[in-house]
């Protein structure tokens, strides 16, 4: 390791596991076809203030996130490296931070690289990374706040803690305005308790408005502006978004409180089995500044999170650049006291997690097939086999060589986060990515004058890979249910008695296009409720017919 270039390294590491797959499958459901088409619609509007999704009012989250995606499409097209690229770049800059923040910490090259290589390819973060959403944005917001908080602390000039002081404002007001208010509650959690131990609450009082007013500064443009042209968007997004998802009984994706507890554990993998030797030695030196601002930067985050109704398992992703600093600073002290056990036990365990996994893909292929027998399933088969004895070989290395090969568990989750999505079954890939069904009949839905879909995810693949808001909703509402009140909105929805008579009108204008997800006993009453005729196409749940215009 003293012979190693650390940087360039991870860069590497960054190119090869978060830019490499970006464009190589199709747009999952439900997250990424909506944020790729409300970043498009930006574009194409030129309305950068108030989101909109198909046209509707959308004011789950703020503008920043979708800001950054439309960028990405901008700039490199609208198309799958596009829409995914903001989430690689932001999670690369965390690895970033951690690199910057572990030398800080403890001035030990190895142990920089360490905490750097554990958070890339932490299971969680390696796998958001290619994923288009505003948690790897946020993330890296937060991140940077925290980072922009030690620095500010660990100053020793006044020009120094000045610039870190300002940096945290520029943080706070990025991540408030991609994910809201939590941007401002995170640091002020972690500082505050810090600042009283360290009895440097004098030193909060007299910088921290400098943040405030920078983030200020930053924020207030954007948020009288959307204001003024939506008069209601602060309210919805207060109430429905914080409040109610925080503490109301029917709050959406409600867990119960232990929820994070395991996820912590499976968000680390690889890298589990460390968790004991890393929490003993966070509690060994307890007493130390460092340890306790990374122990709160950890502890306090969780345990928000964990008192919210609401949870998902990326919420957590703040409390894990922490994590693999804690982890990072114990993993170089075992290895420098030649103390294998830990690393060879967590080795032993991944091994035994992918040998689990190849002989359950290998009983369900030969009992129910989860691949089929054209060339195409056959090649996806053996990339999943490649990413299974990838992971079974690296980890082996990992437990059979713990001091000079700990690092191997990286490749294997590299691979994992690559390759896999790839190698998806055909029923995975046709169900849970509808824009690859939309791309293989573009030419004749471009024909089309008029849009039905009676799901959102497949409705907005469809109107992000044609560019076309107007897609009307069948019998659906979801996340566009407070958009479809307003007045002007509310032709945008058809019902099942009204769909016949909807088709009718719209064939006089033009061809229709339907995209349909039939799954469930509802779907198929929805999909009986259409007339027969038109050219129609199936693929796994999802049915495309294509209306000529009536004559």
Known sequence: MTRIKPLPLLLLAIAAFYLLPLGLHGLWVPDETRYAQISQEMLTSGNWVAPHFMGLRYFEKPAAGY???????????????GVRIASALTSGLSVLLA????????????????????YLSFGLVAGQASYSNLDPQFTFWVNLSLVALWFALDSRTVRARLGAWAVLGVACAMGFMTKGFLAWLLPVLIAVPYMLWQRRLGELLRYGPLAIGVALLICLPWVWAIHVQEPDYWRFFFWHEHIRRFASDNAQHARPWWFFLPIMVVA??????????????AWKEKRQPAMVFLALW???????????NGKLPTYIMPCLLPLALLMGH??????????????????????????????????LQLTRPLYGNSHAEMFSLSLTFIVLLGWILSNLLQAVRPLTLW?????GIGLLVVLLPVGMPEFVADNEMPDQFV??????????????SNELESASALAWRLNRTQVTLYNTEGELRYGLQYPDSVHRKVGLDDVQAWLADARKQGSVGVLMRVRS???????????PGGKRYRKGDLVLILYPQSP
């Open 330 to 363: 114990a993993l170089i002290d075992l290895i420098q006291q030649r103390k294998a056990r830990a690393l060879s036990i967590n080795g032993m365990l991944n091994f035994v997690i992918g040998m689990v996994a190849m002989v359950a893909l290998i009983y």
């Open 521 to 531: 006993t509802s779907e198929h009453i929805e999909e009986g409720q259409l007339p």
């Open 268 to 281: 680390c993998l690889p890298w589990s089995a460390l968790l004991p030797n890393t929490l003993l030695k």
């Open 439 to 452: 791309l293989e009949h573009l030419d004749d839905l471009q024909q089309t004058q008029a849009l039905l």
């Open 298 to 308: 950890m502890l306090l985050p969780l345990g928000f999170f964990s008192l919210s």
């Open 99 to 118: 690199y910057l923040i572990a030398r800080r910490l403890w001035n030990d090259p190895r142990k920089s690289f360490a905490c750097a290589l554990l």
């Open 67 to 81: 800001w950054l995606i439309a960028l990405g499409q901008a700039v490199f097209g609208q198309n799958l490296f």
């Open 407 to 411: 690092a191997m568990p990286a490749l």
